[in-house]
């Protein structure tokens, strides 16, 4: 999956544009993440992508950052032997699909808007 537009609430991948906060996974993307609290990652928010057993997550903390991915939530991704990148979304962006020819088995989580 390539991510090829990004701008405040909105993103194209592979032609396909979302305005929702998403999930990409290698064979899917995921349209309808939503957190228990919003600018918040919580451990809970992130069942799907640990069953998915990713090498590295890319998450996408918004366009300005505001999404707060506490270190409890990162210690436990590592825990797992996840490799864990949380920066702001459009850096996410350029990550994710840099990323993409190094590891086969990567996730991004991405927040579109804040």
């Known amino acids: ?67 707060d991915v506490p270190r409890e939530t990162r210690t436990y991704l590592e825990s797992l032997g996840i490799t864990v990148h949380a920066v702001r979304t459009s850096d996410a962006v350029t990550l994710f699909n840099r990323l993409q020819q190094d590891a086969a088995a990567i996730v991004a989580a991405l927040h579109l808007t804040c």
Not at 5 to 14: A, L, M, P, S
Not at 26 to 45: F, N, T, V, Y
Not at 51 to 65: D, L, N, Q, S
């Open 1 to 67: 999956m390539k991510i090829t537009d990004y701008t405040f609430g909105k993103i194209d991948i592979d032609g396909t544009v979302y305005t929702t906060d998403v999930i990409i996974y290698p064979a899917k993307i995921d349209s309808s993440w939503w957190r228990k609290e919003g600018h918040r990652l919580q451990i809970k928010d992130l069942c799907d992508i640990v069953k998915a057993k990713p090498e590295v997550v890319v998450i996408g903390t918004g366009y300005f950052g505001r999404m």
